[in-house]
């Protein structure tokens, strides 16, 4: 199996600067596409960035020229930078993966989604 942990979160004040960390964990696995997702009270999960493994993005318009996703293959991180934030970026953002798992009586691809790191804005 594979675990994806999230790390960065935490507290900062508008106009601040955060970068989250996304790191994939286990064996025999490859990964193709990676993604943060972030989800606020009472709000429906809704995409942040995307990155596939040939490094081509995208992203959400609330966030577009603000945050920038990266990925050290490597390493099986991804990353986000989040630049200017704004009280209404606050939220958990949750990391997703998108893996082909070889070692496993039933090989094949699984989404995995890691546990969430609180991101909050403070105006």
């Known amino acids: 199996q594979v675990q994806l942990v999230e790390s960065g979160g935490g507290l900062v004040q508008a106009g601040g600067s955060l970068r989250l960390s996304c790191a994939a964990s286990?064996?025999?696995?490859?990964?193709?596409?990676m993604g943060w997702y972030r989800q606020a009270p009472e709000k429906q999960r809704e995409l942040v960035a995307t990155i596939t493994s040939g490094g081509s993005t995208n992203y959400a318009d609330s966030v577009k020229g603000r945050f920038t996703i990266s990925r050290d293959n490597a390493k099986n991180t991804v990353y986000l930078h989040m630049n200017s934030l704004k009280p209404e970026d606050t939220a958990v953002y949750y990391c997703?993966?998108?893996?082909?798992?070889?070692?496993?009586?039933?090989?094949?691809?699984?989404?995995?989604w890691g546990q969430g790191t609180q991101v909050t804005v403070s105006s």
């Open positions: 997703n993966a998108d893996v082909f798992v070889k070692a496993t009586l039933v090989p094949g691809w699984y989404n995995y």
């Open positions: 286990g064996s025999s696995f490859s990964i193709n596409a």
